[in-house]
Antibody, heavy 124, light 107 residues
Framework: EVQLVESGGGLVQPGGSLRLSCAAS????????VDWVRQAPGKGLEWVGR??????????EYAASVKGRFTISRDDSKNSVDMQMNSLKIEDTAVYYC???????????????WGQGTLVTVSS | DIQMTQSPSSLSASVGDRVTITCRTS??????LAWFQQKPGKAPKSLIY???SLQSGVPSRFSGSGSGTDFTLTISSLQPEDFATYYC?????????FGGGTKVEIK
């Protein structure tokens, strides 16, 4: 059974930092890209960023709203993905979801599995 | 960025009704469109990818169609467990973008 379990959410002050983790199980992690998607309270879904796999040189992509502040990394030996969030803003308050893409390598892949999410609250 | 316009933003329907939700993109995306279902307080669930392919385990009353800029999600006979919010997403241009959502409520 595919499982994605996020952790690391919590309350942080504006300008602060937080590190989210996503632990994956039930599939060959190294075969898949992973995206982070967030949802502000009462709002819609927003794509945050992507980590590709070894086949694609572990490259990353980011939404403009987080580029330069968030860094996504992965450790295939631990089947995990981290997202380091720095210089946090009030508007970063959201539930953050770790998602698995259907594949990895050349081509475009849809999200097929979602984690349960972890809440990040940025407030003074 | 590709803009995603979903309509309607909400609808009321009865069990057994046929429901159609549309998603229009600001530029052509071939068939790189996905649909997701989200119930209150829960993570989204993947329903459809490549505009018309059902994810594993998704009931056949769900179907998707379209290509280019115009897409539809159809629920052929609405069931009680289908009351939720539905989102479309394009996934072949960065940044990936989602529609604003369609809330399907009980009439």
């Amino acid at each position: 059974e595919v499982q994605l379990v996020e952790s690391g959410g919590g309350l942080v002050q504006p300008g602060g930092s937080l590190r989210l983790s996503c632990a994956a199980s039930g599939f060959t992690f190294s075969d898949h890209y992973v995206d982070w998607v967030r949802q502000a309270p009462g709002k819609g879904l927003e794509w945050v960023g992507r980590t590709r796999n070894k086949v694609s040189s572990y490259t990353t992509e980011y939404a403009a709203s987080v580029k330069g502040r968030f860094t996504i990394s992965r450790d295939d030996s631990k089947n995990s993905v981290d997202m380091q969030m720095n210089s946090l803003k009030i508007e970063d308050t959201a539930v953050y979801y770790c998602t698995r893409l259907e594949g990895g390598g050349r081509g475009w892949y849809p999200i097929d599995y979602w984690g349960q999410g972890t809440l990040v609250t940025v407030s003074s | 960025d590709i803009q995603m316009t979903q309509s309607p933003s909400s609808l009321s329907a009865s069990v057994g009704d046929r429901v159609t939700i549309t998603c229009r993109t600001s530029q052509g995306i071939s068939n790189y469109l996905a649909w997701f279902q989200q119930k209150p307080g829960k993570a989204p669930k993947s329903l459809i990818y490549a505009a018309s392919s059902l994810q594993s385990g998704v009931p056949s009353r769900f179907s998707g169609s379209g290509s280019g800029t115009d897409f539809t999600l159809t629920i052929s006979s609405l069931q009680p467990e289908d009351f939720a919010t539905y989102y479309c997403q394009q996934y072949n241009n960065y940044p990936l973008t989602f529609g604003g959502g369609t809330k399907v409520e009980i009439k």
